[in-house]
């Protein structure tokens, strides 16, 4: 019997839900990543996939590839496999995705115009679909998979939000049972299973477990690189290698090679999930002029040439394999057949966007940054005859080498102005006039943002001063108070 005040009662609700097909989630991966990822991708891809082999990487182009790949398709697997390789369907969904969006945003803001402000906003949304995975992300994926109790689960989430950007355990357990009410053993055991979860290193309170974690990982928690870490970590540190052999009872060149073991581990594994602005850079695309023309070279250098085997072609030929096995070999089949074609789709994508940036910044090209013009990946997704998001993916974690220097592809789109002779001015060139205004100013009497506004307006650019004082402060300069220098 209810108590008075509650009352029960049932309702059916229809809601719809878009779910994005493996095959369309792999092709939209192999879409974004950058050139030095794309071969790990594949490569996962191939370990899965019995029937996908890999060519030489000599002598072969990846159109020839991706040529031979189509011509091997039997009679019998072209009906369904050109259904399966319509690109244009897959994104179909992709568009309704962003037609909601713009739907949400016209009920939001109806009748606003279309800004600077707002067009920057628009440029975080589209950057917001291509973030990679974080390290919290990475661990509760793990913890959601590893089947253990809802309590454990439950503690494990707070375990992750304590953890630093080098993957240590910041908080004690019994902090952590204190402050979330959940029992001891229940956050104990939350950690033991932390420490097991990739990278491995991660979930320990100091360096001196996060090394041993890994070496425990390796099996190799009976070394003699683990008793010095476990047992003599102090001495580890101050590099007393001979204290050390004393105290193991062995020579200095094992406690040597046993320091080297250590040096190979890694001392803050949670890093690699943190942004990385030393990270190698490599072009995906090279643009240079060639007779008068400019010419595109796409990096195929990591693309491994893969093709369908035919050893499994001819066994279901033969006819001597069940119905299961020949249905499990055609599926697989199609599998590498979608994935040949997502990356030559891929490459064909970032060629024709790279095409019409050339178009629309050619002066850049010719003449460098200050002739850089605004550009939205609306008006390329236009011309190139796919969705905006398509291209958002595309340009994701990517780099163009140009004449003048390498940079990445998000580079090019940038919301503007319009100056009053009617040209168009990228917020980047606005940028570059504020950095040489101030350079060079005279520094007994240094140019307000004010100021800086009127000098623009003489360029014929209206810019509010507040957005004066943002693009200082994004270019790393000081106010003009903190810029005067004194005689």
Known sequence: MNGPGFHQHLSQRQTQQMVLAPQLRQSLKILQV??????????????????????????????????????????????????????????????KIDDDWRDDQAQSGAGQPYTSEAAEKRQHFFDSLVSETSLQEHLMRQAELSDCPPLVLHAIRYLVGSIDDRGFLTTSPADIALMSGLAL???????QLLKTFDPPGIGAQDLKGCLFLQLEAKGRSGSIAARIIRDHFELLTRRRIPDLARRLGISTEEIQTAIEEIGTLDPSPGRRF????NRVVVPDVTVDKDNGQWRISLNNDYIPRLRISQTYRELIAKGQLSKEEKDYLRERMRSGRFLINSIEQRQQTIER??????????????????????LTMTQIADVVGVHETTVSRAIANKYIKTPHGVFDFKYFFTPGYQAQSG?????????????????????????????????????????????????????????SNLRREYS
């Open 34 to 95: 950058a050139a030095l990822d794309l071969r790990s991708v594949i490569q996962e891809e191939l370990q899965n996939n019995p029937t996908l082999e890999e060519l030489p990487m000599d002598g072969v182009s990846l159109d020839q590839n991706n040529s031979e790949a189509a011509n091997e398709t039997s009679p019998e697997e072209g009906a369904e496999s050109r259904d399966e390789l319509d690109f244009s369907k897959s994104f179909d969904i992709l568009t």
């Open 423 to 479: 040209d168009s001015v990228s917020n980047t060139s606005v940028k570059e006039m504020i950095n040489d205004l101030i350079a060079g100013e005279d520094r007994s009497h240094p140019l307000s943002d004010q100021e800086l506004v009127a000098k623009l307006q003489g360029k014929g650019i209206n810019i509010a001063r507040r957005t004066v004082a943002k693009y200082r402060e994004e270019l790393g300069l000081l106010p």
């Open 185 to 191: 053993e229940n956050v104990q055991a939350a950690q």
């Open 274 to 277: 943190a942004d990385d602005n």
């Open 353 to 374: 966007i790279t095409r019409e940036i050339i178009k629309v910044q050619e002066e850049f090209f010719e003449h460098g940054v200050a002739r850089l013009k605004p």
